[in-house]
């Protein structure tokens, strides 16, 4: 598809799991994003990557969070001993890097949804 | 990041015209104002954006008030698809700061 695509689209999971989360953005854009949005919330800021690089990780809420993107395309979330806290649905966006005219619109995919229990 | 205020939640008639209002008192001069909104079940998608000019598209329209201090994202003619939650967000037109940061937004719901 030409979207950004998520994979699983929902997780259950046990506290004190661990967790992968997959985004595939769409192919060309070199910016890719994670969100977090817990329920009735607008989506919170995690990380921010340009190319392979997370050039904003400010909004990870701790060391039980980390994301890569080793080739600059596919990213994977991860997040380690899972807490009932973690549980939100969180999404990824891609885009163009901002350039002249262009907005960087970021495009979004329809989130994986984690209920750790 | 500049902050927005938006209502909480706004109601309006189908085939009606809406104006979902935004505040944001503390923008720099290098801010964009941008629009999304998110569909129930979807991630956010871009509605809009400008700087100082009023912008239209085939979406909707953005409304900039001469200060900048506040602007107003116009749906012409709602339709019960366009119940979402909307959000005014300012961002940074800079190719170091791209990120953008949501608040709670307006949710819109259009009445048959």
Not at chain 2, 46 to 68: C, F, K, P, Q, W
Request: glycine fraction near 10%; proline fraction near 5%.
């Amino acid at each position: 598809g030409a979207g950004v695509s998520q994979t699983p689209s929902n997780k259950v999971t046990e506290k004190g799991k661990y967790v992968e989360l997959r985004c595939d953005p769409i192919s060309g854009h070199t910016a890719l994003y994670w969100y977090r949005q817990s329920l009735g919330q607008g989506p919170e800021f995690l990380i921010y990557f340009q190319g392979t690089g997370a050039a904003d990780d400010s909004g990870l809420p701790n060391d039980r969070f980390f994301a890569v993107r080793p080739e600059g395309s596919v990213s994977t979330l991860k997040i380690q001993r899972t807490e009932r806290g973690d549980s939100a649905v969180y999404l990824c966006a891609s885009s163009h890097p901002v350039r002249g005219e262009n907005t960087g619109e970021l495009f979004f995919g329809e989130g994986s949804r984690l209920t750790v229990l | 990041d500049a902050k927005t205020t938006q209502p909480n939640s706004m109601e309006s008639n189908e085939e009606e015209p809406v104006h979902l209002p935004c505040n944001h008192s503390t923008i720099s001069g290098t801010d964009y104002i941008h629009w999304y909104r998110q569909l129930p079940s979807q991630g956010p998608e871009y509605v809009i954006h400008g700087l100082t000019s009023n912008v239209n598209n085939r979406m909707a329209s953005l409304a900039i008030a001469e200060d900048r201090k506040s602007s107003t994202l116009i749906l012409h003619r709602a339709t019960l698809r366009d119940a979402a939650v909307y959000y005014c967000i300012l961002r940074v037109q800079d190719q170091g700061a791209q990120k953008l940061v949501f608040g709670q937004g307006t949710r819109l719901t259009i009445n048959p």
